[in-house]
């Protein structure tokens, strides 16, 4: 009887440690999965970052051509006033 539950007892062990062992390795799977997530948002992030320096760039350049057309508009409209 005592070979019997030590039997029960190591199987049970046994059952628990390779129970452990799958969960670690899904964990493992979805930390590898996560990493790679996050590496795709941050070179999704840096591309997004320059487009935006682009944008903000062209808007000042906008901003500037503006400018222009207006100080020549005020010009031409003192001279019809």
Known sequence: ELR????????SI???LIDGLNR???AEVRLRSTET??????THTAA?????RV????LEEL???NSAYET?????TDRLN
Do not use: G
């Open 55 to 58: 944008s903000e760039k062209h």
């Open 4 to 11: 019997t539950q030590s039997s029960a007892q190591l199987h």
């Open 72 to 76: 020549k508009l005020l010009a031409v």
């Open 48 to 52: 997004l970052e320059i487009r935006l």
């Open 14 to 16: 046994y059952s628990k």
């Open 63 to 65: 901003k500037t051509e």
């Open 37 to 42: 997530h996050l590496d795709q948002l941050e």
């Open 24 to 26: 670690t390795s899904d």
